[in-house]
């Protein structure tokens, strides 16, 4: 939480005219609400932004409510010296930069937020990934670089993963046993085919209102279609090695009240295959009817009770708990996304520590097909036409050659794929030499020999 050493160094930084500096890539929705909020905090110092367009970016920092003097710098010295911000479209730069502490990378492309982490960790820059895509699909590694390099890899606090591990730190600190931990989401099975044509329907909104808002639907898509809530758990796996179901996410509807009972084992009456695993709660019953006293936009986590006592006590002190009083929910049933990021940065560039971070790779997010796709189309992504992500366990995934959904974009198949089955390497054309692929791989083999 924001209590902490850090705020204290924040004002003994901004006191002395040393302010930490950072610089942001990408200004989609997340860096935007970050950036409404990074003004209000001195001894933070935003010295460069960067991103492809420039149209975009300053719609974000007119959005943000930023003043044009507050990104008046005409270069990375002159930021420096004036305490401004300068934009630019070149973050291999930004990274570069004197004076940056460290980067957040917001882009939200896999590949490219791989590169730019390892750049940053080159550099000797801390690396705060809300990139998720990025970090499922290579983070266990990037967090080893940046250990070895002595900088922190962080999650990005505000967003879902990294408030479920300080839910699941807070239950092992307490000396209680996770059996599971989750978010909540909107979901029914026939959103597995949506696509950017069908995701304002979808969501009740028409396609005027999304560009109002500078919602990109094909990101926007991949919150519905399940890739995103795969790629969340799949990065709450690997910080808190919990592990996944083998058939992955199962999005049961649930009232808060009653989370105790469905994410609890089979054996117990619930929905789970095993303790110590993630799920995604749905807002909705299968026939569409929104469920009163949703967790929609909220984290949580099961705990188990590890004696009479401790069962009388989640009783006494109002915890919803299962039927048998043994499994109990912790939850938070909000998150602002941006407007808390700046926790994150605060304790990885003062405190030296992580909102949580990969110290296993025990899931990953394969390519799954939408509809049946034929030899020579070429996928297009998280959230496309083609593909959506499932929730697998990463040793299996690697030892049936499953295709991570962070590569399924702008590959070409070479054999059809049915609707609903995995996508393999084996039916895909790509380069070998590749430099993502070849990281990748590098992370795979790693997983292989411990």
Known sequence: MVEGNYLYKLAARAESGNPLRIGLIGAGKFGTTFLSQARYLPGLHVLGIADLSNDRLLRSLKNAEWKQSDYSATSFDNALERGCTYLTDD?????KADGIELIVEATGDPSVGVRYALQAIEYGRHVIMVNVEADVLAGYLLARKA???????????????????????????CGFNTICAGKGTKYL????????????????????????HDLNPQMFNSFLDGTKSAIEMAAVANATGLYPQFEGLRFPPCRIENLPNVCRPYEDGGQLSHKGTVEVVSC????????????????????????????????????????????????????????????????????????????????????????????KEMLDGEGGYCVYGTLKPADLAVKERLLPIGLANRIKLINDVAEGQYVKWSDIEYDQTDSIIKFRSEMEQINRTI
């Open 147 to 173: 250990a070895a390099a002595g900088v922190v890899y962080s999650l990005a606090y505000g967003d879902q993963p990294a408030l479920i591990c300080e839910l699941v730190n807070w239950a092992r600190s």
């Open 284 to 375: 909705m019953e299968r026939d569409g009817r929104l469920i009163e006293n949703h967790l929609r936009w909220g984290v949580f986590i099961i705990i188990e009770a590890p004696s009479d006592y401790v069962k009388s006590c989640f009783t006494e002190y109002g915890l919803a708990t299962d039927t048998t009083g043994r499994y109990a929910a912790m939850y938070r049933p909000y998150h602002l996304v941006g407007l808390e990021l700046s926790v994150s940065i605060l304790k990885a560039g003062l405190d030296r520590e992580a909102t949580g971070f990969p110290v296993k790779f025990n899931a990953d997010v394969i390519a799954t097909a939408k509809k049946n796709l034929e030899a």
């Open 91 to 95: 973050a291999e730069a930004l990274i």
């Open 189 to 212: 099975p026939v959103y597995h085919s949506s696509t950017p044509d069908t995701i304002w329907t979808h969501y009740g909104m028409d396609i005027e209102t999304g560009t109002q």
